[in-house]
């Protein structure tokens, strides 16, 4: 079978089974072209819980379907890929946390959605990268401890010098990875570019960036500039993707490192299989997990996220 096959099977057995497919913007494109939404891990798992069908398959890393399924418990949620992790969600445990919370007694513990359900259920707030700085702002107590992204939790504490944000040593592997000497090299090759980099980036990156933000963020700026031309500072299914939608505009990759095995760890083959039964993994989470990540989730909405 080939790619187009095999995304007509897809289309039909979903249909068939009454799947609901969401899929990351990190997805290769032959995935995002037969999910029903893509988009950032939160709008995912919101899109999710206001649809129908019963089952979500979700192509994206693990602690996108444990949002998924913690937004929607009622529901079946499927990972494509078991094996695909976010290494920086995984960076610290319920107990490292709760550790740390006890040397940190009046500070609010925020986390970034990318974190594991179960370090949720002991966090006060859950931002996404393109809520984190309004809804710092509007929680009420200035002293914050952030986890588990030293590198959005900078880029917060810049845009909020009023808050006294304590940081921890975690963050994304491949975002922080990229260095000021790669940005001047892009620079160099691309005078006329806007560079548009993603918080996760480590603070010289960001500072030297045209505009900071979430992929969705990024994706917008880029599809709604008068500019021709774009060095994306995310992964790099993001620059692919925008060649695609805009054909007229050209969009280079900041730099070449910028992959993430774990969202490219699914295949169109793997998301076929799930839908035959074969293969994929049931999100299972329970009860006291979903309701107290949920709480840390409901906060954040309640501050306007
Ligand atoms: P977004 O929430 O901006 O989609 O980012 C998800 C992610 O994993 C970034 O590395
Ligand atoms: Fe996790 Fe980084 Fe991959 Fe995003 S890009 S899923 S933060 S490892």
Redesign the pocket.
């Known amino acids: 079978m080939n790619t187009a096959n095999i995304q007509e099977e897809i289309l039909k057995l979903k249909k068939e089974k009454g799947v609901c497919i969401l899929a990351?913007?990190?997805q290769a494109r032959e995935i995002c072209e037969i999910a029903d939404y893509v988009g950032?891990?939160?709008q995912l798992s919101v899109w999710g819980s206001q649809e129908k069908a019963d089952t979500m398959l979700l192509c994206g890393v693990r602690f996108m379907a444990e949002t998924a399924k913690i937004l929607s418990p009622e529901k079946k949620v499927l990972l494509s890929n078991p094996i695909a992790g976010?290494p920086m969600a995984e960076q610290m445990s319920r107990d490292m946390i709760a550790k740390i919370k006890e040397e940190y007694p009046d500070y609010t513990v925020v986390a970034y959605?990318?974190t594991i359900a179960e370090l949720k259920t002991i966090c006060d707030v859950c931002v996404?990268?393109?809520s984190a700085v309004r809804i710092v702002d509007q929680i009420p107590n200035d002293k914050i401890l952030f986890i588990p992204d030293c590198n959005l939790g900078a880029y917060v504490a810049k845009m909020l010098p009023h808050k006294t944000v304590k940081l921890l040593n975690g963050g994304?592997p491949l975002?922080a990875a990229v260095t000021p000497d790669e940005v001047k090299l892009a620079r160099t090759r691309h005078p006329e570019a806007k560079l548009l980099v993603?918080p996760?980036c480590i603070p010289e990156v960001a500072a030297a960036a045209d505009f900071v933000g979430?992929?969705?963020a990024i994706m917008k700026y880029a599809q709604e500039s008068d500019a021709k031309e774009f060095i994306i500072g995310?992964?790099i299914s993001i620059a692919e993707h925008l060649q695609y939608d805009c054909p007229d505009k050209r969009f280079y990759p900041l730099s070449m490192n910028l992959i993430?095995a774990n969202m490219k760890a699914t295949t169109l083959m793997d998301v076929y299989r799930v839908l035959q039964g074969e293969a994929g993994e049931e999100i299972i989470l329970d009860d006291r997990t979903i309701a107290d990540a949920r709480r840390c989730i409901d906060a954040m909405i309640a501050l306007g996220g």
Do not use: I, L, R
Request: aromatic share 10%; hydrophobic share 10%; charged share 15%.
């Open positions: 990351h913007s990190y950032d891990s939160y976010c959605v990318n996404t990268s393109a994304c975002h993603h996760e979430s992929t969705t995310t992964e993430c």
